[in-house]
């Protein structure tokens, strides 16, 4: 699973339900893979119902972890997330240690790659459960996205502005600061115009929320990146 080619990812949420018919127009939209995730109301069973509703579908599926109970086999790539600018400290290593200790045996590192999150919009559901600190400054948002590059050599970093269109400014920021790593960005992407401008700057743009919201809008953000 090559996720560094992947531009367009489509987020869907276990703990949110969307028709057989979107979810056909969303494989046949050219998105480049769907990331399953979602910070609350999710374990193994949505998960795997959700699962189950797409493997086959010919589009590359890939697990973005937020929960212990989500260690759901068939995915053909993991994502572990760890949160840089979490308030708690559980949020950056200790649930992830936790989830090692009883599910590390099933490790597989060819499919399951580290994802440093830093969440910047202080509404979303991930900022609060995880108390993350999203008053900072371009310099500290950058200082994070290097700190996760150069100390824990993390090989994608994910901007997370969930739930709104963050700011083109710091992402640029980022992109500038860390030329070679794999930038992912999420929060407000809801048509042609938003999605161009964040593929300008980083490497995958991922849409989740517009899905649920506006089906036409959430495909023209892949009709954008043609
Ligand atoms: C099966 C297999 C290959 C296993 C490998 C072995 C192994 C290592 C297993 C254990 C892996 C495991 C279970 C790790 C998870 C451990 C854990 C709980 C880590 C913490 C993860 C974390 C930092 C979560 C924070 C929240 C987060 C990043 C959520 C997902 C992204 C997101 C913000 C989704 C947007 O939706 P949502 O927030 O729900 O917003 P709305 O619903 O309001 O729109
Ligand atoms: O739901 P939206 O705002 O599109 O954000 C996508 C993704 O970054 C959520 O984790
Ligand atoms: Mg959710």
């Known amino acids: 699973m090559e996720f560094t080619k992947w531009r367009h990812v489509f987020k869907l949420d276990p703990n949110k339900s969307i028709d057989d ?14 990331l399953i995730g979602g910070t609350d109301g999710v374990d193994a069973e949505n998960t795997y119902r959700l699962y189950e509703r797409l493997a086959g579908c010919g589009v590359p599926l890939a697990l973005e972890m937020s929960h212990p109970d989500q260690t759901v086999r068939g995915f053909q790539h993991y994502f572990i997330p760890t949160v840089l600018n979490a308030g708690s400290v559980d949020w950056v290593i200790g ?17 399951v790659t580290g994802q440093g999150y830093i969440v910047l919009n202080p509404e979303a559901k991930v900022a609060v459960v995880t108390e993350a600190k999203t008053s900072l400054s371009l310099e500290q948002v ?33 992109r500038l600061a860390l030329p070679d790593t794999h930038l992912f960005y999420g929060g407000g992407i809801d048509g042609a115009e938003t999605a161009r401008l964040m593929a300008s700057y980083v490497d995958t743009i991922v849409v989740g929320n517009v899905i649920y919201e506006n089906l036409d809008g959430a495909l023209a953000t892949v009709a954008a990146l043609r």
Not at 28 to 33: L, P, Q, R, V, W
Not at 95 to 111: N, V
């Open 142 to 174: 950058v200082a994070y996205a290097e700190t996760g590059r150069y100390v824990f050599r993390l090989p994608s970093l994910y901007l997370e502005y969930s739930g709104t269109f963050g700011s083109p400014d710091v992402v640029k920021e980022v």
């Open 21 to 34: 018919a979107s979810l056909e127009a969303l494989i046949h939209s050219g998105t480049d893979a769907f």
């Open 95 to 111: 649930h992830q240690a936790r989830a090692f200790e009883s599910y590390g045996h099933w490790f597989d590192a060819t499919c």
